[in-house]
């Protein structure tokens, strides 16, 4: 299984927030949109950083209410993890356990084309295996 598999059913929007928006923005950002984490791109197109709301939630745990004036450059996760839809789901879902990281970018030729979760990765895989076994039933009962 391919990261093009997990795309076909989830579908290939991303978010983006750019680096100096605020924090208070990308919390309204995050709800609007009932999701997790953010990729942080200057032109929506290059991957500068990835924010979530646990890196919200440790930065006003450290320093405060005033995180959420800053702007999401500070917050921000820089080195990120990126994958492209070529590569194994196995694979991703590995990595992301190593790395305890919940949300990739997918890039092509170094620009976002979506973003995956191991949310989208798990239900990707159990579907997989449901199918599997229906296929099996059906085999066993004919």
Same mark, same amino acid.
């Given at each position: 299984? +391919?990261?093009?598999?997990?795309?076909?059913?989830?579908?290939?929007? *991303? #978010? $983006?927030?750019?680096?100096?928006?605020?924090? @208070?923005?990308?919390?309204?950002?995050?709800?609007?949109?009932?999701?997790? @984490?953010?990729? !942080?791109?200057?032109?929506?197109?290059? !991957?500068?950083?990835?924010?979530?709301?646990?890196?919200?939630?440790?930065?006003?745990?450290?320093?405060?209410?005033? /995180?959420?004036?800053?702007?999401?450059? #500070?917050?921000?996760?820089?080195?990120?993890?990126?994958?492209?839809?070529?590569?194994? /789901?196995?694979?991703?879902?590995?990595?992301? $356990?190593?790395?305890?990281?919940?949300? *990739?970018?997918?890039? @092509?030729?170094? @620009?976002?084309?979506?973003? !995956?979760?191991?949310?989208?990765?798990? +239900?990707?895989?159990?579907?997989?295996?449901?199918?599997?076994?229906?296929?099996?039933?059906?085999?066993? $009962?004919?």
């Amino acid at each position: 299984m +391919k990261i093009s598999d997990v795309l076909r059913n989830k579908g290939t929007e *991303v #978010v $983006t927030i750019r680096p100096d928006d605020t924090v @208070a923005r990308l919390l309204e950002v995050l709800d609007e949109h009932r999701i997790g @984490a953010v990729v !942080v791109s200057a032109d929506g197109s290059s !991957v500068d950083g990835i924010v979530s709301e646990r890196d919200v939630v440790r930065h006003v745990g450290r320093s405060g209410a005033a /995180v959420l004036d800053g702007a999401v450059s #500070v917050i921000m996760t820089r080195e990120v993890h990126c994958c492209e839809q070529g590569d194994s /789901v196995e694979e991703l879902a590995q990595m992301m $356990t190593d790395r305890r990281i919940r949300h *990739v970018p997918v890039v @092509a030729d170094g @620009a976002l084309t979506a973003i !995956v979760s191991i949310g989208d990765v798990v +239900k990707h895989r159990i579907n997989a295996l449901m199918s599997e076994r229906d296929h099996l039933k059906d085999y066993l $009962t004919q």
